[in-house]
């Protein structure tokens, strides 16, 4: 366990010196798609691997199986009513989990082809749903169904509140994988992990601005280069710098794109969230374990 290190003056804005890392859980293969949900004080996270749905109750620290067999979740999020939003590996789709606990499929085609395997999920202040679809879920067996993709490109889509219409808006990355919105939501950052098939290809975030009429993404600029290991998942806070997974760390970035500071974790990093009542809790999920700490500023 190891304490934030400070790159930039910012950053005391940000960390609390004395706040420590904290590892809530371990026994995950691979701990991915953490989601804070308030009003039960608990946090989901997937363990895609182990197909199932692990939930940490904040009230007494305690962790158990939301959902297993879960066609091995990825991505989560919570939409504009509270509900789970999911993104499934196996069943190469979006799904929502009602209030009455029944399961509805937002997107599982584009273009009559099937997804490949949506990876990460937002939805935007318009109950818009935009998530990526690059095929790690159908690369192997491991985290899915080994299976060819149909649609031969990895791209970001958004799922219309209004018509369900599934369309794609950001075509141009290799393997799109985590995404989030700016605060006022005029960008939206995408991490590109496609090294994993393209040996070299650099490991980025890059800016895209959303359109005038919110439904559509142009490529505005390169954010960041991870100079070790990929960009998995991320989250902004409130004033929109950008905490995400870089290798085995968390780094945070000013929106000015400013290496602020660096959070070690001594494994690999796939996703972080905000959580707690003050949503100034950050939650980590680590390839095999579940990781938080307290920070000074809140986050979606
Ligand atoms: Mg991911």
Redo the contacts with the bound molecule.
Sequence with gaps: MHDMIVHDPRCNALFIGHAKLERLYTGCRWS?GPVYFPAGRYLLWSDIPNDRVMRFDETDGSVSVFMSPCNHH??HTRDREGRLISCEHRGRAVSRIEHDGSRTVLADRWNGKQLNAP??VVVKSDGSIWFTDPTYGIDSDYEGDKAVSEIGASNVYRIDPATGDVSAVITDRVKP??LAFSPDEALLYVADTGRSHVPGLPATITAYQIDADGQSAARLRLFATCPEGLY??FRVDDEGNIWTSAGTNVFVYAPDGTHLGTLPIGEIV??VCFGGPKRNRLFICGQTSLYAIYVKISGK
């Design positions: 991915e990825n991505g990876n990460d994988n985590g998995d998942g796939a996703n």
